[in-house]
């Protein structure tokens, strides 16, 4: 029988660097754009097919992403065949800045709490943000580049742990992604870590019976409650052959922190790339990435960046 292929979607250089250090990081925190750079290439040698390098958002808030256009720059996304480099981009002027760059995917960010919306999105809907994603997706169409999207909040409400999403609005924002923004795959995420098998199963059965097929659904899994492998075993036996994932589990979202009263700096923590890996090859799966050499090549880099302060 032949094995399921599987993409891995690596979110390291993106959700995993995004908040490290605070909005206020020291520039001696900031992660070098060589560091960066030597990440990806470590990355694409290990098979790894799909890297989403950084955001065009503002470095206000995220003083790590500011380097997103130089790295653009840099990156070659003729390193390897099917190499897709992706970058975060909220608005039209972002848009402008990714085009100047070199990366040939576009990632939008629509969400499904109205909490997440207005707390992330300086008091916007849902519908509002969707607005905001759609005028990128158009941008992107037209100049010809793929894209792809996360929808943050998709199984929990960002505020209550213990509440869960709006399946309709789960379902709504989905369509819309996937067929008006015209969107190849999206990821739904577990934004504040919180999920678990069931509700995972709970939210991809409602999503795969309205699109059909979960041929074009993925998960972002973070990890605030160690679940985070036990989920991605619920997606995969549920049919789900798309994972966003981070090397050692760095990053994740601060929004849960601070919808729950922390301090905005704490991060969930993302599903940890060689683990998840190790799991779906036991499980039968091909993902094209030689585990050993992500361990021995890549995973390095990242424990430095971690360590925080040893340069290039």
């Not at 250089?13 to 754009?33: A, S, T």
């Amino acid at each position: 029988m032949a094995s399921a292929a599987v993409k891995i979607c690596e979110m390291s250089l993106r959700d995993g660097l995004q908040y490290l250090g605070g909005p206020n990081v020291p520039p001696e925190r900031i992660v070098p754009l060589e560091l960066r750079l030597r990440l990806v290439d470590a990355l694409v040698a290990a098979g790894v097919r799909h890297v989403e390098v950084g955001s065009f958002v503002s470095p206000t808030g995220t003083p790590q992403m500011a380097l997103s256009d130089e790295l653009g720059r840099r990156v070659d996304p003729a390193a390897a065949p099917g190499l897709e480099l992706a970058g975060l981009v909220p608005n039209e002027a972002g848009f402008r800045r990714f085009a100047a760059t070199r990366l040939n995917m576009v990632a939008l960010f629509p969400t499904a709490s109205e909490t997440h919306a207005r707390e992330n999105f300086r008091g916007r809907t849902v519908d509002e943000v969707l607005a905001m994603a759609a005028a990128v997706a158009r941008l992107a169409a037209d100049a010809g580049y793929p894209i792809r999207a996360h929808v943050s909040a998709a199984f929990q409400d960002i505020a209550i742990a213990n509440r869960g999403s709006d399946l309709e609005t789960v379902v709504r924002v989905c369509r819309a992604v996937l067929g008006e923004m015209g969107c190849g795959w999206l990821t739904l995420a577990d934004t504040n870590g919180t999920a678990t098998p069931p509700r995972i199963a709970e939210v991809l059965q409602a999503v795969g019976d309205a699109l059909g097929s979960l041929d074009r659904v993925g998960v972002h899994l973070h990890d605030r409650n160690g679940t985070a492998l036990a989920n991605a075993a619920a997606a995969y036996e549920r049919g789900v052959r798309i994972f966003d994932s981070s090397l050692t589990g760095i990053g994740g979202s601060v929004a849960a922190s601070r919808a729950e009263g922390g301090s905005g700096h704490e991060m969930v923590g993302n599903i940890a790339t060689e683990s998840l890996v190790h799991l779906l090859h036991e499980l039968g799966a091909a993902t094209g990435i030689d585990l050993e050499a992500l361990r021995s090549s890549a995973r390095p880099i990242v424990e430095t960046i971690r360590r925080g302060g040893e340069r290039a």
